[in-house]
């Protein structure tokens, strides 16, 4: 959550729980819902770093809020965040490792490996179409992430079929 | 149990071989399927595993080489092409990939059309259409052409056809074959919200986005069941749907 909470904090300073605001406003129900000691203790770390610089703010009757501004060294990175391309996505490893060795175990089914996979990821699949569903149509954002998961999905499911053929061929 | 009502729709051994050229293609190899009131069910596989033709089986489109289809508990095996047209239009409504509108009928008369062609006087089946209509989003559209509609209205002009007559069974083969993907959104919207009023639905798809709006997937491979699954909606084991949107730390 580094980056997400620096690049909120290029528009402008903020206190913590302004933040947390932000980013659920941003991605909506989509994203698992940000918790706010999480927040306050990246924003500390940040701070140790030196990426931003936090100011105590008086409050009447009420403790103190610290209110955090970007530093120079904080857009640098930033700007070096943006300038890289991200890895691909990782394939299941864990679960082609199943597939790969499950013959020579005589412990599992090949085919039965593949359908309860592809039911675990319908049933995903299905809850991820309720929150598109449930989620404002107006947040592109939100929308976004849940139509990206979704086609990871579907990825998956094609590459789970295109298994299940060739070696229903063996058969 | 036995007064409980039978399926909607109970296929046995089916059977169904392609002869063309080359060797013969067994597009149907041994299928039993039974489908409840009020289920929906969707039929996913690779292209090629013979799920249209399972479909077209089901809706007589095509007839089987072995086995039978009963369609609430009514045997159909000696159904003649003109009894299953006409079974056609009141028990079951079937839309396709490529929405099969009469291109020189307007959006209304459409739709329209089979509940005449029912026996609905013309009044109730104006009453119908105009309800669909407004329901699917296309009220003032009816004096369209199909040629001057998107997809996406195309497909739920055929839907609103499909229904008129308030099937039993909707069969829906691809329908989104053809659509972008806003098109899926809204037809799997469409879908669920017929589904969750009580339409027994069965889908034929190869998209797995729009199978997750049915309650039930089967999996079909080389002519036959290789998954039947129900799709509880529960919080799937592990990280699930959190562990998918999450953002990377």
Known sequence: ?171 | MSDSPAPVLHAQGLLKTHYGEGAPAHAVRGVDLCVRQGEFVAVTGPSGAGKSTLLHLLGGLQRPDGGSIRLDGVPTDSWSEARWAVERRKRIGIVFQFFNLVSNLSVADNVELPALLAGVPPRQARAGREELLAELGLAGKERSMPGELSGGEQQRVALARALVNHPPLLLADEPAGSLDSKGTREVMRLLSRFHRRGQTIVLVTHDARLASAADRVISFFDGRIADDAELDGRPTRGTGISGVLELKD
């Not at chain 1, 903020?14 to 706010?36: I, M, W």
């Open chain 1, 1 to 171: 959550m580094r980056l997400p909470l620096l690049a909120l904090l290029a528009r402008g300073p903020a206190h913590g729980y302004e933040l947390k605001q932000d980013l659920e406003q941003l991605l909506g129900s989509a994203y698992p819902q940000p918790n706010v000691g999480q927040i306050y203790v990246t924003l500390g770390r940040l701070e140790k770093q030196g990426l931003i610089e936090g100011e105590d703010v008086q409050q009447s009757n009420r403790p103190n809020k610290k209110v955090y501004h970007l530093t120079e060294s904080g857009r640098e990175a930033l700007r070096a965040w943006f300038e890289e391309p991200e890895d691909e996505p990782r394939v299941r490893d864990e679960f082609f490792m199943k597939l790969a060795l499950a013959p020579q175990t005589g412990l599992a089914d090949q085919i039965a490996l593949i359908n309860k996979q592809r039911r675990q990821y319908l049933n995903t699949m299905r809850n991820l179409s309720k929150l598109a569903a449930a989620e404002n149509r107006d947040n592109r954002v939100a929308q976004l992430l849940i139509e990206g998961a979704m086609l990871h999905l579907q990825a998956d499911l094609d590459w789970l079929e295109r298994c299940q053929e060739e070696l229903e061929e063996l058969e």
